[in-house]
């Protein structure tokens, strides 16, 4: 299986803040990546697929790069609704795989 | 707008079974492929189970392999989980999700239900 690894596991942020996460795949996964945003006690919400395709009704300010094992998420403002964890998941092979995932705390 | 409603979780012994359903509206059901990922409270997703979207093909983690089956009911729109055997570490929240499928051949989760727990416990 691929493995998906997220770095840092915990952000803290402010409002404002630029914020970067990045997931790395244990061998290369092309860009069939996609990026996950999950609040307490709730599902997750798909935010990116294909490593950079903003799903619809996802703000602007979120964005995803990168190909091959090493890929990023960003927010370039953070606002007061982005405090959450998020996570990657990978559906280049079988199984399907999950990152960890990143909690971004208020700071 | 697509809805997912999941149900059927509960408290159940080791060794037990127990059968999750996901109601499905706002989209073609006999169009999408279907999917169970769990969520042990507090660690990270896990996928389950994918069905295709006629239903022809079916897909298992390894840990619920022999154990679980995944089938729906398009008639209904319905998608069912059926869990047997049931162990400790099979507890965690269920959620049925709409996969979509692309040229890698596998899914990302475009939509998800609110999820149901599955506590299996003696």
């Known amino acids: 299986d691929i493995q998906m690894t997220q770095s840092p596991s915990t952000l803290s942020a402010s409002v404002g803040d630029r914020v970067t996460i990045t997931c790395r795949a244990s061998q290369s996964i092309s860009s069939w990546l996609a990026w996950y945003q999950q609040k307490p006690g709730k599902a997750p919400k798909l935010l990116i697929y294909?490593?950079?395709t903003l799903e619809s009704g996802v703000p602007s300010r979120f964005s995803g790069s990168g190909s091959g094992t090493e890929f990023t998420l960003s927010i370039s403002s953070l606002q007061p609704d982005d405090f959450a964890t998020y996570y990657c998941q990978q559906y280049n092979s079988y199984p399907p795989t999950f990152g960890g995932g990143t909690k971004v705390e208020i700071k | 707008e697509v809805q997912l409603l999941d149900s059927g979780g509960g408290l159940e012994q080791p060794g037990g079974s127990l059968r999750l359903s996901c109601a499905a509206s706002g989209f073609t059901f006999s169009s999408s492929a279907m999917s169970w990922v769990r969520q042990v409270p507090g660690m990270g997703l896990e996928w389950v189970s994918t069905i295709s979207a006629n239903g022809g093909s079916t897909y298992y983690a390894d840990s619920v392999k022999g154990r679980f089956t995944i089938s729906r009911d398009t008639s209904k729109s319905t998608l069912y989980l059926q869990m047997n055997s049931l162990r400790a570490e099979d507890t965690a929240v269920y959620y049925c999700?709409?996969?979509?499928?692309?040229?890698?051949?596998?899914?990302?989760?475009?939509?998800w239900g609110q999820g149901t727990l599955v506590s299996v416990s003696s």
């Open positions: 999700a709409r996969a979509a499928t692309y040229n890698s051949g596998w899914w990302d989760f475009q939509h």
């Open positions: 294909k490593a950079s």
